[in-house]
């Protein structure tokens, strides 16, 4: 029991962080609008994806709201079959599943996702704006990458 309750602490944290940004961001439409955080690199800007990454196929939110709970079943499988004692796994998988629960809340509650996360260099190179359940599927996918390329903690048996 005590090996989940990264999971599960990284799950409810990382929801709670998504519904809460959104929340707040979305519920001021005038404060909102467009801060400039950081010139040059970082402002808040209100925006809603209604397709899927990128805002690629607008219009379909039945079918994303379907692929979702796709991914999330798919993400429980992984878990579930994962070895619970390496710990970045479970946060990984935690991170991403977050990600992926908040995500769907909007499309169901909103019909789309509300991003807000506007980072760019400049006017140059701008970066599609995202909310912090992308920021989570993004980290979450980056530590698995990552714990894939570090030694193995097991001994290797003479097969």
Same mark, same amino acid.
């Given at each position: 029991?005590?090996?989940?309750? *990264?999971?599960?602490?990284?799950?409810? *944290?990382?929801?709670?962080?998504?519904?809460?940004?959104?929340?707040?961001?979305?519920?001021?439409?005038? %404060?909102?609008?467009? /801060?400039?955080?950081?010139?040059?690199?970082?402002?808040?800007?209100?925006?809603?994806?209604?397709?899927?990454?990128?805002?690629?196929?607008?219009?379909?939110?039945?079918?994303? &709201? @379907?692929?979702?709970?796709?991914?999330?079943?798919? /993400? @429980?499988?992984?878990? &579930?079959?994962?070895?619970?004692?390496?710990?970045?796994?479970?946060?990984?998988?935690?991170? &991403?599943?977050?990600?992926?629960?908040?995500? @769907?809340?909007? %499309? /169901?509650?909103?019909?789309?996702? %509300?991003?807000?996360?506007?980072?760019?260099?400049?006017?140059?190179?701008?970066?599609?704006?995202?909310?912090?359940?992308?920021?989570?599927?993004?980290?979450? /996918? *980056?530590?698995?990458?990552?714990?894939?390329?570090?030694?193995?903690?097991?001994?290797?048996?003479?097969?």
């Amino acid at each position: 029991m005590k090996k989940k309750i *990264s999971f599960v602490i990284t799950i409810v *944290s990382g929801i709670f962080a998504d519904i809460v940004s959104k929340w707040y961001v979305f519920s001021q439409p005038d %404060r909102f609008k467009k /801060i400039t955080i950081i010139p040059g690199f970082l402002n808040i800007i209100q925006s809603e994806n209604k397709g899927i990454v990128f805002g690629m196929f607008p219009g379909k939110a039945n079918i994303f &709201i @379907l692929l979702s709970l796709l991914a999330i079943a798919a /993400i @429980l499988f992984i878990y &579930i079959k994962s070895d619970k004692n390496i710990f970045s796994s479970n946060v990984a998988l935690g991170l &991403i599943l977050a990600g992926a629960i908040g995500n @769907l809340w909007d %499309r /169901i509650w909103f019909k789309c996702v %509300r991003d807000f996360i506007d980072l760019h260099l400049g006017e140059k190179y701008h970066w599609p704006t995202f909310n912090v359940a992308d920021g989570l599927i993004c980290v979450g /996918i *980056s530590l698995m990458v990552f714990a894939s390329f570090s030694p193995s903690k097991h001994k290797k048996s003479g097969q």
